[in-house]
């Protein structure tokens, strides 16, 4: 079966003068589910705003890499230690 | 990975580094967050069957829907985790589908049946309030950035059950007769279960990584006596009855049985008076308990049977 397709940043903030904020990110196979798994996952707050957005979306500003890039997803555990 | 060595990393983060990249650890770092979000997300991810074994037997559907508002709260911090570990290279459909049933990393108490009611609602007392002693100390703590972001909508959640099972064993013990001893008998096994809960005794331990590189800020010792000094002044004052006293002079909680100890699952009975070794706790935890594959196994039975549906 095909992995999770790929990750959504998600961002939301509270009421409208607040800034964005990153609240933290979804795997999902296209955009439709990564907003439904965003607003799920996510519910801690009644958001006046959510959006999501894919990480390789991203540029790099100040830093040698973009942002959020953590290993290789969909990579796979070295061994299974307990 | 690899600008810092292991005596590097774990100097800087003492003093207050936050780890946000793969560059900024080391082999050993990486590999003792990955232990520790297993044990985070697979905690979670194993209390929603658990719980939801028991929120079948709710007493009206308001109560039904506050269970399983716990139970969503709960995958929704198990996604957390296990989305965090995606990014550390480990891939989640092997942790949640592929992984056998045994290896998952939670602790032995949620491999344990909840029966009613009576068992969820003194989960929540114990068992979250065990959650929000150790990811609160994580939260506080943690030197991963990503980890600290991720624990604040966790630990606001927490609450909400902990608060969800104290209500209720209080309403438990106001009404007294069946009521209450129907919480006590949840109680006498369940709560020797949420001192093992903290893992081995620090004297037992030669080095810890999680300490090392501030994964966590506290010892086994010290979250299970934060854990101690919660629980048994609140059953004291609920009148149930639990093998530890309460010493307010002192402000301290000792356990009136000897550690370790051994417990019968079939009988659902923790057997005080058997001397064993922490070895033999070890062994027990790693054979798993009574429900450890049904519990797994009915969080994958319906995603594969619709999968089939779908190929077919």
Redesign the interface.
């Known amino acids: 079966m095909s992995g999770n397709g790929q990750v959504y940043e998600v961002f939301a903030r509270k009421k409208r003068a607040d800034r964005f904020e990153h609240v933290g990110a979804v795997s999902a196979p296209n955009e439709q589910l990564a907003r439904v798994y965003a607003w799920q996952t996510y519910d801690e707050a009644k958001w006046f705003e959510m959006t999501v957005a894919p990480r390789d979306a991203f540029a790099a500003v100040n830093r040698p890499q973009a942002p959020f890039t953590l290993g290789d997803p969909g990579g796979r555990a070295p061994a299974d230690s307990r | 990975m690899g600008r810092f060595t292991d005596e590097e990393l774990q100097r800087k983060v003492q003093e207050g580094f936050i780890v946000e ?2 560059e900024d650890m080391t082999e050993t770092y990486k ?1 003792a967050l ?2 520790q979000l297993t044990v985070q997300g697979d905690t979670e991810l194993i209390s929603a069957p658990a719980y939801f074994m028991a929120a079948r037997d709710a007493p009206s559907t308001n109560t039904m829907v506050s269970a399983t508002a716990i139970i ?1 709260d709960e995958l ?1 911090h198990a ?2 985790a296990y ?1 965090l570990l ?10 949640l589908y592929e ?2 049933p045994a ?1 998952f ?1 939670h602790p032995y108490g949620f491999d344990q049946p909840l029966m009613n009611w009576a068992e969820l609602v003194s989960a929540n007392a114990l068992y979250d309030r065990a959650g929000i002693t150790l990811l609160g100390d994580v939260h506080r703590n943690t030197s991963y950035g ?1 980890l600290k ?2 624990l ?2 966790v630990s ?2 927490e609450n909400f059950h902990l608060r969800h099972g104290e209500v209720w064993i209080r309403r438990f013990a106001e009404a007294g007769g069946a009521a209450k001893e129907a919480v006590q008998r949840t109680l006498d096994w369940m709560f020797p279960m949420g001192v093992e809960w903290f893992g081995m005794p620090d004297d037992r331990k030669h080095h810890n990584a999680q300490l090392d590189f501030r994964l966590k800020g506290m010892t086994n010792d010290q979250l299970r006596r934060t854990w101690l000094k919660a629980v048994v002044p609140l059953c004291e004052e609920l009148g149930y009855d639990l093998p530890a006293q309460y010493d307010a002079d002192t402000d301290e909680v000792e356990l009136t049985y000897e550690l370790p100890c051994q417990y019968d699952p079939e009988a659902r009975r923790w057997l005080f008076n058997e001397t064993i070794t922490w070895k033999q706790v070890f062994e027990r935890w ?1 054979a798993r308990g009574p429900m450890n594959e049904q519990y797994v196994d009915s969080l994958r039975r319906s995603r594969f049977a619709v ?1 089939r549906l779908l190929a077919a």
């Open positions: 990249s793969e590999r990955i232990t969503q929704g996604n957390i989305r995606e990014d550390l290279g480990v891939d989640r459909h092997w942790l992984r056998e290896h990393k990503p972001r991720g604040v909508k606001m959640e790693k999968e």
